[in-house]
């Protein structure tokens, strides 16, 4: 496996809600950048990453898609089939590791890319406090390696309890490149028929996979699995105890994938 075919991206997460009441977050975090079929291989270079396997940072097959064995490449090679959508190429998922054997992804990105190398399509994986998961499947309309891609999908997905469901997501992306020191960008706005209620982002810089800044990631977060999960419960308190009222809980959705048909690519 080549040196750059994994990266660590060290960044901020941001969070900012307008109305009715304003409210703002912001924590660092890093992430992980792994092509689903060089995990075994990149645990073997690396002493301190396992693939399935323990490690002071891991990566686990049963943490994304239906949560079974099945190598997450085929699941999303599935979905794509499903929707008619070319794939072929590499899949890289951007996540947040294993840290001492606990994790928690409030969304997981896969960039899904046909055989020449163009991104074909990027699969949003949302993951709730409750336990629950969905994906939103959304076809890139061209190669945009170097640009931007904005998104959208309605939202079908229960994440917040302070958040109504007849919402709609912007998605704006700039993907992960082959770059060394190059950045990645994921950035949602949350809006109703009103216009926006919040906004979140990460943002990142990459830095090559290796153990020495496996050991500065985990050093520089040592409890990041327990501070994400501490600032969603703390942050959902304040939000409460602004006197923001709860929203009833729906049942997930049937399918685990929703297919959104949209799509633009901008220049970078």
Partial sequence: MSQGAGALYPGLVSHRRTRPRAHALRYRIFMLLLDLEEGPALARRLRLFGFDAPGLMSFQTRDHGDGSDTPLKVQVEQHLARAGIAGGGAVRLLCMPRVLGGVFNPLSVYFCHRPDGALSAILYEVNNTFGDRHSYLIPVAADVRGGVVRQTAGKVFYVSPFMDMDLTYAFKVRPPRHVETDGVAVSIEVADAEG????????????????????????????????VMGAIHWEALKIWLKGERLRPRPRAPQNPVTLTPQAEALPA
């Fill in 196 to 227: 926006l209620l919040l906004s979140a982002s990460f943002a990142g810089e990459r830095q090559p996979l290796d153990d020495q800044r496996l050991l500065a990631a985990w050093l520089g977060h040592p409890w990041m699995t327990l501070g």
